[in-house]
């Protein structure tokens, strides 16, 4: 028999967690889980307008990532799981810091804000880093409501969005996009 992709069993407004739990749909949880779920659609997008073997794997690698820190937020760590789960390193926050140094390496000096925007691959990523900050908002706000959240996972975020600054100044070079500095009107 096929996978059917519904269940029926959100119908009434719930859903449930890895460990069982049910929780309302709303829930500051799935709403964090369901933030991770969308920067990795708008990575997909990010990635799908590269050409470049090395950066299309490096993008797949942060969007298996994301899905670990998917699961992670949607476990009840107060249950037991049959399920092994995968788990984040410090290396994956290592890897983003290492990759940010090298772009930044060959990019112009930033003497200014810059405006999001410029090209579209430039502008997908900026959308990208803005959900990635609501997503670590999301994580803080689990965790200053008693929500184990691991601090690697919010690490990770944090970092992840400083990638995606510099990568899209990066993508912004190399597609000889201007970049648009921030005029304050003062």
């Known amino acids: 028999m096929a ?3 519904y269940t029926k069993t959100g119908d009434a407004g719930h859903t449930g967690l890895i460990g069982g739990t049910k929780v309302p ?3 500051l949880r799935i709403e964090t889980y369901g933030t991770v779920d969308e920067l990795n659609s708008w990575m997909g997008m990010v990635n799908d307008q590269f050409n470049h073997p090395e950066l299309k794997a490096e993008i797949k690698e942060i969007q298996d990532r994301l899905f670990t820190i998917g699961s992670l937020l949607a476990t009840d760590h107060s249950k ?4 092994a789960l995968p788990d984040l390193h410090e290396s994956d926050v290592q890897l983003l810091e290492s990759r940010i140094d090298i772009m930044t390496d060959q990019l112009p000096e930033m003497k ?3 405006l ?3 090209h579209p691959t430039v502008s997908s990523i900026h959308v ?8 670590e908002r999301l994580a803080v706000s689990l965790q200053m409501h008693d929500v184990p959240v691991e601090a690697l996972v919010i690490q990770y975020l944090n970092r992840l969005s ?3 600054f510099t990568l899209a100044r990066y993508a912004g070079m190399v597609l000889g996009a ?3 500095p921030w005029k304050a009107r003062v």
């Open 3 to 5: 996978f059917k992709i």
């Open 25 to 27: 749909k709303n829930d």
């Open 80 to 83: 037991q799981t049959k399920m």
């Open 162 to 164: 400083d990638y995606l």
């Open 178 to 180: 201007e970049e648009i």
């Open 128 to 135: 990208a880093r803005c959900v990635c900050r609501r997503a």
């Open 116 to 118: 999001p925007g410029g």
């Open 112 to 114: 200014s804000f810059i």
